[in-house]
Structure formats: C-alpha cells, structure tokens
C-alpha cells in the first residue's frame, strides 16, 4: 500500500544524470549536477557544450542502466533465497540463531516453549 504513494523512480532521468557525471570533468561537474536536478532536465545541448558525443553518452547511460538491473535480479534472487531459507528453518526442530546475527539456540519441546 505504501508504494501507492511513491513518487516513481524516473530511470531515464537518473541513469543520464550519472552518465553525465562520468563525462563531464569534476571541476564543473558540481555546478551542472545543481542545475540539473533543480529542473529534472537532461538538455542534450550540455553534450556540446562538453564535447560529448551522443553516442558515448547513450552508451554509458545504457550501461548504467545494465548494471542497475543486474544489481535488481541479484537482490531479487538473494532476497527470494533468503526468504526461502528462512521459512525452511520453522521446519526445523533445533535452529541455530547465530546465521541470523543474533545468538543462542531456538530449542522447540514438545510443549511449545522456547529456550534462548
């Protein structure tokens, strides 16, 4: 419910934002990172004003987004395994609390009560 009041991430907008980042030099990097996020705005005209080609600019924007999406499946996948091993463990009669970065033993009796 709560991401039905989200503002949606604009990919499109961040991913140019650190594209220019990376081919814009750092000393002017600062003063054009001010304006751009002040107005949400790639203005293609800053490619020339920098000398970027348009090629080299959709190239590392199409990379960063790559490697943002790569990053997306892996947490995806790691969340899903750790979920699965999780639940798993209420299957178990001894769990071992250490792998959950907490310590003690969750020792279930026949009475349902737990040692810690």
Known sequence: MIHTFEQPFDKEFYSALKALELLIPADRWQMEKKSLLSSKRIDNKLL???????????????RILDEWEENNRSARERGTQMHADLEKTFYDKNINLTKFGIGGKLIFHENNSKDL
Do not use: A, M, V
């Open 48 to 62: 020339d004003l920098y000398d970027i080609s348009e090629n080299d600019f959709n190239r590392e924007q199409q």
